[in-house]
C-alpha cells in the first residue's frame, strides 16, 4: 500500500527549493508572462490594421524575428561563455592564467559574432526556402538594420554578465531574464505604439525601438530610416561603453572577493 506522507515530503521539499532559488521563481512566472506580453500586443496591432495597412508585413515580421536573434539570442550566447565556466568550477582556472579580462571579452565578442553568423545564414536560408522573399533585398535590408543591434547585443551582455560576475550561479536566471525582458518594449514584431503609455517611455530609451520602427517603416511604408538609425547608434554605443566599464569594475571587485564564490 502506497503512504502518502513520503510523496507529500517530495512535494514540500520541492516547494522549499523552489522558494528559496530565485531562477526557478523567474522560470515559473516570467517566461509565460512574456509571451503574454509579445503576442498580446502583437495582435492588438494586427486587430487595429486594415489589410493595406499591412502591405509587405511577410517580410517585416520575418526580418523582426530575424533580427532580434541578434539581440536576444546573442545575449543568451555571451551570457553562456561565462555560465559554462561557473557551472563547471572553471573560473578560477580560467583567470588564473595570463589572461586579462579585456583579452576575454573581446575573446567571447568575436564567439559571438561567428555564432550568430552561422545562425542567421542558416535561418535565412530556411526563410527563402519556405516564403517568397526577394533574397537581395531581405539580404540588403538586414544589413541596413543589423549593426546598432548588434551593439545593442554587447551593452545588454555585459550588463546581464555583471550581474553573474556579482551573484555567480544565483544570477544566472536573472541574467537570462534582463536579456529578454526588454523585448515586449523594443517593437521587434509590432510598432510602440500599441504600448500603453509607460510603456512607450520605457521604449523611448531603448535603442532597439528605434531600429525596428525604422526598419517597419522602410519596409512597409517606402520611408527613410536614417533618423531612427542615427538614434539607435547614438544610444547602442553610450550603452555599449557604460556597460562595458560597469562590467569590468565589477569583475575586479568580484575577483578581489575571490571567484571561487561564483561557483558556490
Known amino acids: 500500500m502506497i503512504t502518502f506522507a513520503p510523496i507529500w515530503a517530495i512535494v514540500l521539499r520541492h516547494i522549499h527549493v523552489w522558494k528559496r532559488d530565485l531562477n526557478l521563481m523567474l522560470a515559473t512566472f516570467y517566461w509565460p508572462l512574456l509571451d ?30 530575424l533580427l532580434w536573434q541578434v539581440v536576444g539570442r546573442g545575449c543568451n550566447i555571451m551570457i553562456t561563455t561565462l555560465t559554462e565556466e561557473v557551472y563547471n568550477n572553471n573560473v578560477v582556472n580560467l583567470f ?3 589572461l586579462q579580462i579585456t583579452q576575454w ?27 517568397d522573399l526577394s533574397i537581395p533585398y531581405t539580404i540588403g535590408t538586414y544589413l541596413i538594420f543589423v549593426p546598432p543591434l548588434f551593439i545593442s547585443c554587447l551593452w545588454m551582455s555585459f550588463t546581464c554578465l555583471s550581474v553573474i560576475v556579482t ?41 532597439m525601438s528605434y531600429v525596428f520602427q525604422g526598419m517597419r517603416g522602410y519596409v512597409m511604408h517606402q520611408q527613410n530610416p536614417t533618423s531612427y538609425l542615427i538614434k539607435g547608434y547614438a544610444l547602442s554605443i553610450v550603452y555599449a561603453a557604460c556597460a562595458i566599464l560597469l562590467f569590468v569594475y565589477f569583475f575586479n571587485r568580484s575577483k578581489q572577493k575571490g571567484l571561487a564564490r561564483l561557483s558556490d
Not at 544570477?171 to 500603453?196: N, Q, R, T
Request: aromatic share 16%; hydrophobic share 55%; proline share 5%.
Open 96 to 98: 588564473s592564467m595570463p
Open 105 to 131: 571579452m573581446c575573446g567571447i565578442t568575436i564567439f559571438y559574432g561567428m555564432m550568430m553568423c552561422a545562425s542567421i545564414i542558416f535561418c535565412m536560408s530556411v526563410m527563402f526556402m519556405l516564403y
Open 36 to 65: 503574454i506580453l509579445i503576442w498580446g500586443f502583437l495582435g492588438s496591432w494586427i486587430a487595429q490594421m486594415q489589410t493595406s495597412q499591412l502591405y509587405n508585413y511577410e517580410t517585416a515580421a520575418l526580418l523582426g524575428v
Open 167 to 207: 551573484m555567480g550561479k544565483r544570477g544566472v536566471e536573472l541574467g537570462l531574464v534582463i536579456g529578454w525582458v526588454l523585448m515586449p518594449f523594443s517593437g521587434a514584431y509590432y510598432p510602440v505604439e500599441v504600448l500603453p503609455a509607460w510603456g512607450q517611455t520605457v521604449s523611448a530609451f531603448l535603442p
